[in-house]
């Protein structure tokens, strides 16, 4: 038997006990944005955009833009709606770009589905504003967020002339798979030179039946884009919108089964929480070199010191600074009136927090943990700093999950479908919220 098929094998016996979580963030920032506070706004994190020319400068930043989704016919002006957006996310690019005194390089560009949902006119502004901005570098991944099954006509070749290297797509995955749709939409997308063409999966949502979340694994692995990425539910409103219950995970571990055993048997390798990729892939590569990171805004195939946030909500980060902008649009626009940056809130992260910030990464990503270069790394001796942690794990040690080691912690082939849950160990800020809970609902 094959390492692959053995890998499958584990995961359908054991994928019983482990349970995974029904959540998953939809952007990595740890502390995550709930801990983010007023008082460090638009001032604070403005002193450190300025600072940050010193000494990071030099290396390459990530930029992330986002916009609200257009207004639907019969909510008003459509076009004059798209030129106002499309205006402010140019403002706050030039304003940031000010702030900072020097135009940041670009290893990596992220433009959201409300971006791409743009007209073709509005779309080349934004551009052209991020290059007047910014200094994109000639091998930067350049990524576009579209929406596979409403997207404008000529949309692609656009996307594409503006120098869009990789096309990730979202599916509607509660309808069945409209094959004569999807072949189309493939076809376009190589057709106009995409280097990669990555696609969302949802799972763990009660309006995807079983058989559709099969269904499109199955068309899924036929048509062999670049990456596939299981989606899940990214926050708890969201979750008891869609009657997603923390109890239930009887759906997840189902379609988690389903997809890896599929994706698998179709020659994907699994190369981070809850994405697969070809063996020619990028981030295939990336992860036999442990260089693949999470990034704001999913995976990155190098370390970022600076994500710079675009648009209303969006969240980056300035070294160990992180900010949100205003999520109120009315608010995030009266800001760049004022020449201000939207910024909201936003968070100093501490040298524990870096800390454990490198290890939920590792553990996302390489499934492992170097113990002796954390400790070298960060000067802590970690069976000491991190105690607390190792004992909680041995729950998951005695299912086979982690194996815990001198020098390394490994989580398993079988442990993978829970290795968020194993992150989860070391965030601190969730043993706060748990260890007020019985107090809270005592009240």
């Known amino acids: 038997m094959s390492a692959g098929a053995r890998s499958v ?45 010193q000494p990071h400068w030099f290396r390459p930043s990530t930029l992330a833009v986002f916009a609200p989704l257009p207004r639907r016919k019969g909510e008003g002006d459509a076009s004059g709606n798209d030129d106002v957006r499309a205006n402010l996310l140019r403002q706050e690019m030039s304003l940031f770009a000010r702030k900072h005194g020097t135009r940041a390089g670009l290893a990596q560009v992220y433009w959201s589905v409300g971006v791409t949902a743009l007209p073709e006119s509005a779309l080349a502004r934004v551009h052209a504003s991020m290059i007047d901005s910014y200094d994109v570098q000639e091998n930067a991944e350049f990524i576009a967020h579209v929406a596979m099954d409403s997207r404008p006509p000529e949309q692609l070749s656009t996307l594409r002339a503006l120098g869009v290297t990789t096309l990730r797509a979202s599916i509607a995955a509660t309808r069945t798979a409209n094959t004569a749709s999807i072949e189309r939409f493939f076809d376009e997308a190589r057709e106009a030179g995409f280097r990669c063409v990555a696609v969302d999966l949802p799972i763990a949502v009660p309006t995807v039946p079983m058989r559709t979340v099969r269904e499109w694994a199955a068309v899924l692995s036929t048509y062999r884009p670049s990456r596939i990425f299981l989606a899940r539910p990214g926050s708890d409103h969201l979750a008891r919108r869609l009657g997603v219950r923390w109890e239930d995970t009887g759906l997840v571990r189902r379609a988690w089964q389903e997809a890896y055993a599929t994706f698998i048997g179709a020659g994907y390798e699994y190369v981070a929480h809850d994405v697969f990729a070809r063996r020619s892939d990028a981030f295939a590569e990336a992860k036999r070199l442990a260089t693949l990171v999470p990034g704001p805004y999913g995976y990155c195939t190098r370390v970022s010191h600076t994500s710079i946030a675009i648009g209303p909500g969006a969240i980056g980060n300035v070294g160990p600074m992180q900010y949100q902008n205003y999520r109120d649009q009315k608010t995030y626009a009266a800001m760049l009136q004022a020449e201000r940056l939207p910024i909201e809130r936003g968070f100093l992260a501490t040298a524990d927090d870096l800390v454990r910030r490198a290890i939920m990464a590792a553990l996302l990503t390489n499934f492992s943990v170097d113990i002796e270069a954390i400790e070298q790394c960060y000067g802590i001796d970690f069976p000491v700093a991190f105690r607390r942690e190792l004992a909680a794990l041995d729950a998951l040690r005695r299912e086979g999950a982690v194996e815990i080691g001198e020098t390394q912690l490994q989580v398993t082939s079988i442990g993978r479908v829970a290795c968020d849950r194993i992150a989860d160990v070391f965030d601190r800020y969730i043993r706060r919220v748990e260890q007020a809970r019985p107090e809270r609902d005592g009240l």
């Open 9 to 53: 094998e584990d995961m359908r016996s054991s994928v019983t006990t482990i349970r995974p979580r029904v959540m998953h963030a939809m952007h990595f920032s740890y502390p995550g944005p709930e801990w983010f506070v007023q008082a460090l706004g638009a001032s604070y994190v403005e002193s450190w955009i300025r600072a940050s020319r």
